[in-house]
C-alpha cells in the first residue's frame, strides 16, 4: 500500500527557502515506474502543480515556478524534497505530495500548511 | 499555456444526476483525470485516462471526453459526494506540465 507523508516548517518568514520532505511507503523511490510529484493549494484556491521527480533524478517544473524550485530525490532515505527560494505571501498554501505511475495523481500525502509571515 | 474551464459550482438533489464539465482546446486528444476534495482533506482521483475507475470508486462515478469538454456525470447523487471536483490533464504541446482546472463546487440540495 503506497503512502506519501510531507514534513517541514509550518511558517516560514518572507524571502526565505521552504524547504519539505515527502517520506515514501510502499513503494522504492528509486523505482523506475513513478513520478513523484509537489501539487499546492492556496486557501480557497484551486489545485497548482508544482513538478515531478523521476527516479533517475530527472526533474521538471512548472513554468511559473522554475526559477525558484528544485526537487531532489534521496534513495537512501525514500524521500523525496521540495525547495521554493524567495517565498513571499503568494506561496502560502497546503503543499502536497503525490506519486503517480502515469501523467496523474493516483496516491497524494494529506498535505501540510505553510504559512509565510514574519 | 494550456487552460482548462471548469464552472465553479453545480447544484444537485439527492438521488439525480450532476454532470460537470471541463473544457480545453481539443481536449479530446487528452487524456483527463478527475479528483475529488472533500474540505480538510486530500483530493481523491474518481476517473482517470477519460472513464476508466480507480478501485473502489462506485460505479455512479462516470467520465467522458469529446471535442473540446470532457465530462464528469455522477448518477444517484448521495451526499457523501458534495465536494470540489478537478479536472486535470497533462500538456505536452507548449510546456511539460500539469494543468488543473480551476475546479467545480458540487452541492447536495
Known amino acids: 500500500q503506497v503512502q506519501l507523508q510531507e514534513s517541514g516548517p509550518g511558517l516560514v518568514k518572507p524571502s526565505e527557502t521552504l524547504s519539505l520532505t515527502c517520506t515514501v511507503s510502499g513503494f522504492p523511490v528509486s523505482s523506475n515506474t513513478y513520478y513523484l510529484s509537489w501539487i499546492r493549494q492556496s486557501p480557497g484556491k484551486g489545485l497548482e502543480w508544482i513538478g515531478y521527480?523521476?527516479?533517475?533524478?530527472?526533474?521538471t517544473y512548472n513554468p511559473s515556478l522554475t526559477s525558484r524550485v528544485t526537487i531532489s530525490i534521496d534513495t537512501s532515505k525514500n524521500q523525496f524534497s521540495l525547495k521554493l527560494r524567495s517565498m513571499t505571501a503568494a506561496d502560502t498554501a497546503v503543499y502536497y505530495c503525490a506519486c503517480s505511475s502515469g501523467r496523474l495523481f493516483d496516491s497524494w500525502g494529506q498535505g501540510t500548511l505553510v504559512t509565510v509571515s514574519s | 499555456s494550456y487552460v482548462l474551464t471548469q464552472s465553479p459550482s453545480v447544484s444537485v438533489a439527492p438521488g439525480r444526476t450532476a454532470r460537470m464539465t471541463c473544457g480545453g482546446n481539443?481536449?479530446?486528444?487528452?487524456?483527463v483525470h478527475w479528483y475529488q476534495q472533500k474540505p480538510g482533506q486530500a483530493p481523491v482521483l474518481v476517473i482517470y485516462?477519460?472513464?476508466d475507475r480507480p478501485s473502489g470508486i462506485p460505479e455512479r462515478f462516470s467520465g467522458s471526453n469529446s471535442g473540446n469538454t470532457a465530462t464528469l456525470t455522477i448518477t444517484g447523487v448521495e451526499a457523501g459526494d458534495e465536494a470540489d471536483y478537478y479536472c486535470?490533464?497533462?500538456?505536452?504541446?507548449?510546456?511539460?506540465?500539469?494543468?488543473f482546472g480551476g475546479g467545480t463546487k458540487l452541492t447536495v440540495l
Open positions: 481539443k481536449i479530446e486528444t487528452k487524456s
Open positions: 521527480i523521476y527516479y533517475s533524478g530527472s526533474a
Open positions: 486535470q490533464v497533462w500538456d505536452s504541446t507548449s510546456d511539460d506540465q500539469a494543468v
Open positions: 485516462y477519460d472513464s
